[in-house]
């Protein structure tokens, strides 16, 4: 008798493990499934003083970990782009694919200028300031960022570059770029007698929450 309590007792006890891990499971699997993302997967637009193209990519991630967008100051005279998210290749033959995201790569090399610091402000549509980040340093004229907000469910959103500190290579990686191009010295002469000004862009985009 002794024997079948002990043993119903141990039963009971190894099984309610197994149900609390299935709820904790299925509960993680029902936050996962909602992900996040703007509503054009690439933005682009010439800053205020025309010396970049900035352009401004947008992967789609889980609410967990927040809304992932890339931001690449480019050549103004650069072809506007087709690109895909965040952290995947863009110098690669358009035919190719990245099997694990199922994205398409596009041809175009994208020409990135060095850019010193800059400062993000994200506003709601009725001008509330939600999130900032300021004195931002690119790696090559790339920024990724992460963006956390308690929600996303808020629709159109402004999001504005300010302050952009044109890095001191400018000029040289100008001339490189463009050669001794008629419109490349003139933003050339530009940068290099305002090198202490700033530069901004703003982009009027809509988070998605699916």
């Known amino acids: 008798m002794?024997?079948?309590?002990?043993?119903?007792?141990?039963?009971?006890?190894?099984t309610l493990p197994n149900m609390g891990f299935a709820q904790t499971t299925a509960n993680s699997t029902q936050v996962n499934d909602q992900e996040v993302k703007l509503i054009s997967p690439v933005l682009q637009k010439v800053s205020e003083k025309g010396t970049y193209l900035v352009a401004m990519?947008?992967?789609?991630?889980?609410?967990?970990?927040?809304?992932?967008i890339e931001i690449v100051f480019l050549n103004k005279t650069s072809p506007y782009l087709n690109a895909p998210p965040p952290n995947s290749e863009s110098n690669l033959s358009s035919t190719e694919y990245t099997k694990n995201s199922g994205l398409v790569i596009p041809s175009v090399i994208e020409r990135t200028l060095p850019v010193k610091s800059y400062d993000i402000t994200i506003y709601s549509s009725d001008g509330k300031e939600l999130w900032k980040k300021t004195n931002q340093i690119p790696q090559g004229g790339r920024a990724p960022q992460t963006i956390m907000l308690k929600d996303y469910n808020i629709g159109d959103i402004t999001i504005s570059i300010k302050n952009i500190i044109p890095d001191p290579a400018l000029a040289d990686i100008l001339l490189k770029q463009n050669g001794n191009n008629s419109n490349a010295l003139l933003v050339l002469n530009q940068s290099a007698s305002k090198e202490s000004s700033s530069d901004s862009v703003e982009f009027k985009t809509k988070i998605i929450v699916i």
């Open 2 to 14: 002794n024997y079948i309590i002990s043993l119903v007792t141990l039963t009971i006890i190894f």
């Open 57 to 68: 990519k947008s992967g789609q991630s889980s609410l967990s970990t927040g809304l992932n």
